[in-house]
């Protein structure tokens, strides 16, 4: 019986630590432009930069970094919405 007990003990143990260490899936990004701070962008941000942390000024144009899908076009900054594609300014 004792046997028993211990068994379905250690199959909980076992399955709450399976759920609890299961990863979240990972969520969908994509290039938003226009929406990184100086500095702060993902990648290559046009003549003058070559990768990562290169932008020149705030909000960018044709500086990008990665957002979750389907957010950029709502992310408001001081020269206007997020694009999925880069602006000209």
């Known amino acids: 019986m004792k046997t028993t007990y211990a068994s379905i003990a250690a199959t909980l143990a076992i399955a709450l630590c399976a759920t609890a260490s299961a990863a979240e899936p990972k969520k969908e990004m994509e290039k938003c432009y226009g929406v990184a701070k100086a500095g ?29 899908k389907g957010t950029c076009t709502s992310i408001k900054t001081p020269k206007g919405y997020g694009s999925l594609k880069p602006v000209k300014q």
């Open 40 to 68: 702060q962008n993902d990648c290559s941000a046009g003549p003058g930069s070559s990768c990562a942390g290169t932008s020149k000024v705030d909000f960018q144009g044709d500086a990008w970094t990665l957002v979750e």
